[in-house]
């Protein structure tokens, strides 16, 4: 009897621990608020992606252990990586979910999320990701014909032999997926990678010709797009509509129509966060299509995308511009109102990450497990990490302030409603209120600040080569001021503040707290001194 008791006790307590093991998560969920930002969430909490993403050809199973450990040398809590069609699915209509099983199970092993990039009809504009077997009946599975009828290295939309297939094969694999991941290791898809095409500004062919000439879309001949889009007139063939533009409107519009066709497949099996990539065009002067990959998500065709692929949540760009100009105007180019921003491909720089937590939901550099550096990035993350949930509650609630040091390293201005900050960069260790730098071999232009408002007079502040100091505003303007309390920290696992030590005295007195190369966390109250008649 004793032992009887035992054996059905033990049998009850791991069934209970089985059934805890098994516990679905709630799906993660992409959420546009009243006020119009927007935010991620995971596990029902607020969540900001600190990435990273491998090389293309990296998810096989000898590569997991480098991919992994360069995953936790950055402290990223998620990596982007991607899953092959042509592995997928080997034979025609026979799907093998080996790779995305163990990468599943490698990552959960490892506490790490996972954003899967289906690499399938485009990579890069091409389609070198397809099935063998699509590749040897080309007649079927056909490419673009360029303007002077030469082949051209990438799937024409128009394809939709392809486009079924490939909308089969996406909603198999989040099928399993759904079934699999109870947990909800991987939080979000990318569909396709970077689509459209190089080399061509649309297929030419004269099937494809046949279609051009018809009238343009119902669903672009609304006001606000036809505006957006700088239309001639506001119905029509494409050429009539859209002028000089036409060729790469209609192309966009069907290889966004293209993605809509696989995304909807897919969500309609399980609902999970769905985004493109563009591979981006330069940010100023609106060049001409002929310039770049024709067809993408670029900026100047967001609208497109958002009529013809509602079941995509959001466009991404793929930021590789360089000086801050450029950067900056792409990332703004793709915050918009219907427009959430997520950076799931950069350079490894972190001079612009905090603009990014202040405007979106995710950073991720790419190929970081190739053996390229990632620098002061993983010190960042590893700051990051502990807050994800909180970086989206204050920029939600308005308390995210940020600067970065400009190429010709002035000093910033932010205004912070009772105190105005002035941020000095560089070798600022005597730099004063005007943000003279001491003499010194000049610093790369890499500091950058981030200042989140606890109250009026109490902010915590992260940063790299930066001095902080304040000046009174308002009813205070003018008077004398100083730091009540610094403390230098870090946040621990439960994201709670954990004083290392207080700053003062040459620490504090030179106008206010520096930090160096490492990136570093401080808490700053201030005060004001009231005037001594």
């Given at each position: 009897?004793?032992r009887?008791?035992?054996s059905?006790?033990?049998?009850a307590?791991l069934?209970?621990?089985?059934?805890?093991q098994?516990?679905?998560?709630?799906i993660?969920?992409f959420?546009?608020h009243?006020d119009?930002?927007y935010?991620?969430?995971?596990d029902?909490?607020p969540?900001f992606?600190?990435?990273?993403?491998s090389?293309?050809?990296?998810n096989?199973?000898?590569?997991?252990?480098?991919?992994?450990?360069t995953?936790?040398?950055?402290?990223a809590?998620?990596?982007?990586?991607?899953?092959y069609?042509?592995?997928i699915e080997?034979?025609q209509?026979q799907y093998d979910?080996?790779?995305v099983?163990?990468i599943?199970?490698?990552?959960?092993?490892?506490?790490?999320?996972l954003v899967l990039l289906?690499?399938a009809t485009?990579?890069?504009?091409?389609?070198?990701?397809?099935p063998?077997?699509?590749?040897?009946?080309?007649k079927k599975y056909y490419?673009?014909v360029?303007?002077?009828?030469?082949?051209?290295d990438?799937?024409?939309?128009?394809?939709?032999a392809?486009?079924?297939?490939?909308?089969?094969?996406?909603?198999?694999v989040?099928?399993?997926i759904?079934d699999?991941d109870?947990?909800?290791t991987?939080?979000?898809?990318?569909v396709?990678?970077?689509?459209g095409?190089?080399g061509?500004?649309?297929?030419?062919?004269k099937?494809?010709?046949?279609?051009?000439?018809?009238d343009?879309?119902?669903?672009?001949?609304?006001?606000?797009?036809?505006?957006?889009?700088g239309?001639?007139?506001d119905?029509?063939s494409?050429?009539?509509v859209?002028?000089?533009?036409?060729?790469?409107?209609?192309h966009?519009?069907y290889v966004a129509?293209?993605?809509?066709?696989v995304a909807a497949?897919g969500?309609?099996?399980?609902?999970l966060p769905?985004?493109v990539n563009?591979?981006?065009?330069?940010?100023?002067?609106?060049p001409?299509?002929?310039?770049?990959e024709?067809?993408?998500p670029t900026?100047n065709v967001?609208?497109?995308?958002?009529?013809?692929?509602?079941?995509i949540d959001f466009v991404?760009?793929?930021?590789?511009?360089?000086g801050?100009?450029?950067?900056?105007?792409?990332?703004k180019?793709?915050?918009r109102?219907d427009n959430?921003?997520?950076?799931p491909?950069?350079?490894?720089?972190?001079?612009?990450?905090?603009?990014?937590v202040?405007?979106?939901?995710?950073?991720?550099?790419?190929?970081?497990?190739?053996?390229?550096?990632?620098?002061?990035?993983?010190?960042?993350?590893?700051?990051?990490a502990?807050i994800?949930?909180?970086l989206t509650e204050?920029r939600?609630?308005?308390?995210?302030y940020?600067?970065y040091?400009p190429?010709?390293?002035?000093?910033q201005?932010?205004?912070?409603?009772?105190?105005?900050a002035?941020?000095?960069f560089?070798?600022?260790n005597?730099?004063?209120v005007?943000?003279?730098?001491?003499?010194?071999?000049?610093?790369?232009a890499?500091?950058?600040a981030?200042?989140v408002k606890?109250?009026?007079?109490e902010?915590?502040?992260?940063?790299t080569?930066?001095?902080?100091?304040?000046q009174?505003?308002g009813?205070?303007?003018g008077?004398a001021?100083h730091?009540l309390?610094?403390e230098e920290?870090?946040?621990?696992?439960?994201g709670?503040?954990?004083m290392?030590?207080?700053?003062?005295?040459d620490?504090?007195?030179?106008?206010?707290?520096?930090?160096?190369?490492?990136p570093?966390?401080l808490?700053?109250?201030?005060y004001v001194r009231?005037p001594r008649?």
């Amino acid at each position: 009897m004793i032992r009887n008791f035992f054996s059905a006790l033990l049998f009850a307590i791991l069934s209970v621990a089985m059934s805890a093991q098994v516990k679905e998560a709630p799906i993660p969920e992409f959420v546009r608020h009243q006020d119009g930002q927007y935010a991620f969430y995971v596990d029902g909490k607020p969540f900001f992606i600190l990435g990273g993403q491998s090389g293309n050809s990296n998810n096989w199973p000898a590569m997991h252990p480098q991919l992994f450990d360069t995953m936790h040398k950055m402290n990223a809590n998620t990596l982007e990586v991607p899953i092959y069609w042509e592995a997928i699915e080997p034979v025609q209509g026979q799907y093998d979910f080996t790779s995305v099983k163990t990468i599943i199970d490698e990552a959960r092993k490892n506490d790490i999320r996972l954003v899967l990039l289906w690499f399938a009809t485009w990579k890069n504009g091409s389609g070198h990701y397809i099935p063998e077997w699509m590749k040897l009946d080309s007649k079927k599975y056909y490419n673009v014909v360029g303007a002077e009828g030469q082949p051209i290295d990438s799937p024409s939309p128009h394809c939709k032999a392809a486009m079924e297939l490939d909308a089969k094969a996406f909603a198999a694999v989040m099928e399993f997926i759904r079934d699999y991941d109870a947990c909800r290791t991987v939080i979000m898809m990318q569909v396709q990678n970077e689509p459209g095409t190089w080399g061509s500004v649309r297929d030419y062919s004269k099937s494809v010709d046949k279609i051009f000439k018809a009238d343009v879309p119902a669903a672009l001949l609304k006001p606000e797009i036809l505006s957006e889009l700088g239309a001639l007139k506001d119905r029509g063939s494409w050429a009539e509509v859209f002028g000089d533009r036409a060729d790469e409107y209609f192309h966009s519009w069907y290889v966004a129509s293209y993605i809509e066709y696989v995304a909807a497949a897919g969500k309609a099996v399980y609902p999970l966060p769905m985004y493109v990539n563009a591979a981006l065009r330069a940010p100023f002067g609106n060049p001409p299509a002929t310039q770049y990959e024709s067809g993408g998500p670029t900026d100047n065709v967001i609208c497109i995308y958002k009529a013809a692929a509602p079941s995509i949540d959001f466009v991404a760009p793929d930021i590789y511009q360089r000086g801050d100009a450029n950067y900056m105007e792409s990332i703004k180019l793709y915050t918009r109102p219907d427009n959430c921003l997520m950076v799931p491909e950069s350079s490894s720089t972190s001079k612009y990450l905090y603009e990014v937590v202040a405007r979106g939901i995710g950073f991720s550099p790419f190929g970081v497990d190739g053996g390229r550096s990632v620098g002061p990035l993983a010190d960042e993350y590893r700051m990051l990490a502990p807050i994800v949930d909180k970086l989206t509650e204050w920029r939600l609630e308005g308390r995210i302030y940020t600067a970065y040091e400009p190429e010709n390293n002035a000093a910033q201005y932010l205004d912070l409603g009772k105190w105005q900050a002035i941020l000095t960069f560089g070798r600022a260790n005597r730099s004063n209120v005007q943000g003279a730098v001491a003499p010194g071999e000049p610093l790369p232009a890499e500091g950058h600040a981030m200042l989140v408002k606890i109250s009026d007079n109490e902010f915590y502040a992260f940063g790299t080569n930066v001095r902080y100091t304040f000046q009174p505003l308002g009813k205070d303007e003018g008077k004398a001021w100083h730091f009540l309390r610094v403390e230098e920290g870090y946040f621990n696992e439960d994201g709670d503040w954990e004083m290392i030590r207080v700053l003062n005295g040459d620490q504090t007195d030179w106008t206010g707290p520096y930090v160096g190369k490492q990136p570093t966390a401080l808490r700053i109250k201030l005060y004001v001194r009231e005037p001594r008649k």
